[in-house]
């Protein structure tokens, strides 16, 4: 696709439930960023990947949450035990990433997927 | 503590007027600073970018102002439309890869 793509656009889980986000980034897209969006508020950082690794994770609030990115391209966002307070837009970004210069390296937003917690 | 304070206030103005949005940024010296669009239902979308030795940047009917003595940054559309009515987001980078935003703001064109 041309775009970044998250699946499922919507998730409703129940309190306690284990929960599972899908990013595509866009295709030869070496950086990968999660972000949760509460509502009227800004994209709230979680966690960078470069290639397979996570270069920056502490934008993760606790140890419920986790995202591997095992190939390089897409990425899942893993969330224990889910809680009402994790109830939000989770959005999905990638970049051209290592070898673009950090000023232009510009984020492609994902449309995210809307997490509500019961 | 570190803060980027966008004004929490939608505006409202007129089609064919400018509108100047406001990003305030107090304990932080970035080395730019990004605007996006936000629409309903949407992921940001890129904008525009500052760099500190840049007084003003354009883009169409977009412009950038960054004071780094003020610590602020002004977003300008002028002869503004219905469809640019969006929330606006101001971003910076405080180092390394971590991209830090503001609350946005939402601005109404009325036909």
């Known amino acids: 696709g041309a775009g970044v793509s998250q699946t499922p656009s919507n998730k409703v889980t129940e309190k306690g439930k284990y929960v599972e986000l899908r990013c595509d980034p866009i295709?030869?897209?070496?950086?990968l960023y999660w972000y949760r969006q509460s509502l009227g508020q800004g994209p709230e950082f979680l966690i960078y990947?470069?290639?397979?690794?996570?270069?920056?994770d502490s934008g993760l609030p606790n140890d419920r949450f986790f995202a591997v990115r095992p190939e390089g391209s897409v990425s899942t966002l893993k969330i224990q035990r889910t809680e009402r307070g994790d109830s939000a837009v989770y959005l999905c970004?990638?970049?051209?990433?290592?070898?673009?210069?950090?000023?232009?390296?510009?984020?492609?937003f994902g449309p995210g997927t809307r997490l509500t917690v019961l | 503590s570190q803060k980027i304070e966008q004004n929490s206030e939608a505006l409202n103005i007129q089609e064919g007027k400018t509108a100047t949005l406001t990003c305030n940024y107090t304990?932080?010296?970035?080395?730019?600073l990004q605007w996006y669009r936000q629409d309903p239902g949407r992921g940001p979308v890129f904008l525009l970018l500052?760099?500190?030795?840049?007084k003003e940047k354009r883009k169409e009917r977009l412009k950038v102002t960054f004071d780094t003595t003020l610590k602020q940054s002004l977003f300008h559309i002028t002869a503004s439309q219905p469809a640019d009515s969006a929330t606006y987001l101001c971003?910076?980078?405080?180092?390394?890869?971590?991209?830090?935003f503001g609350a946005g703001t939402r601005l109404f064109v009325k036909a």
């Open positions: 970004a990638s970049s051209q990433g290592q070898g673009a210069a950090l000023s232009t390296d510009t984020q492609y």
């Open positions: 990947f470069q290639g397979t690794g996570a270069a920056d």
């Open positions: 304990n932080y010296s970035p080395a730019y």
């Open positions: 971003a910076l980078e405080p180092g390394g890869f971590k991209t830090i």
């Open positions: 500052i760099r500190e030795n840049e």
């Open positions: 295709s030869g897209h070496t950086a």
